[in-house]
């Protein structure tokens, strides 16, 4: 079974910086990784999709990654906004048709 | 306009009763899912449908049932709440199952409190 960890659980950067956050997955025979965003109270939004055959996806400031070999995926935000404060979930979907998600980052952006 | 929208947003019932969740999209997606979020703000799929017929049931106590009575509509229906049902239900879509390259889009969420 999938199973997918996302490091660090809580990130707090200053206005301004550039940040990663990390998700890893157990199982490398994901057909997509998927990256979304929740604020408070609300449902996920997605962000961005890198297909299996596929090494990066950029949107805007986001850039994530997918290293399936190693079941890695990356998110990169360039020059953070307050606005960008929400926690990111990545999710992937294997064999079982299934789209398991991670536990989330909670981001904080100090103005 | 809201392209998954659920109701009611927020439900307050007792132990033992029968409460309903409703969900649409107007996205014409073939694909909708329930998940449940739990306190620990953990997402685990619970069911999902494609094109009115369920392709994923997860570990789920058969309290609770699905219903699609088309492609746009997927009810959840839950019998004898229990404490441990507490947590927010999402509904979402998309145009193909999860291993297609579509997104997924998702409501905003029903939070279910059990007293």
């Known amino acids: 079974k999938q199973e997918v960890t996302q490091i660090p659980a809580a990130l707090s950067v200053p206005e301004g910086e550039n940040l990663v956050l990390n998700c890893s997955f157990t199982?490398?025979?994901?057909?997509?990784l998927q990256w979304f965003r929740q604020d408070p109270g609300k449902g996920l939004t997605s962000l961005l999709l890198i297909q299996s055959s596929q090494r990066e996806q950029t949107s805007g400031r986001l850039n994530a990654s997918l290293d399936k070999s190693s079941g890695r995926s990356t998110l990169y935000i360039a020059a953070s906004q307050p606005g960008d404060s929400a926690t990111y979930l990545c999710a992937g979907p294997t064999g079982a048709n299934n789209l398991f998600f991670g536990t989330g980052t909670r981001l904080t952006v100090i103005p | 306009d809201t392209a998954v929208s659920q109701t009611p947003k927020y439900l307050v019932t007792q132990m033992g009763n029968d409460k309903s969740i409703k969900c649409e999209q107007n996205?014409?997606?073939?694909?909708m899912y329930w998940y449940k979020q739990d306190s620990k703000k953990f997402l685990k799929i619970m069911f999902s449908y494609n094109n009115k017929e369920l392709i994923i049931n997860e570990t789920v106590p058969n309290r609770f049932s699905p219903k699609s009575p088309d492609k746009a509509h997927l009810n959840l229906h839950i019998n004898s709440l229990e404490l441990g049902d507490s947590a927010v239900y999402f509904c979402a879509s998309s145009q193909e199952p999860p291993r297609g390259n579509q997104p997924q889009h998702f409501g905003d969420g029903t939070r279910l409190s059990i007293l």
């Open positions: 199982d490398s025979a994901i057909y997509n």
């Open positions: 996205l014409g997606h073939d694909t």
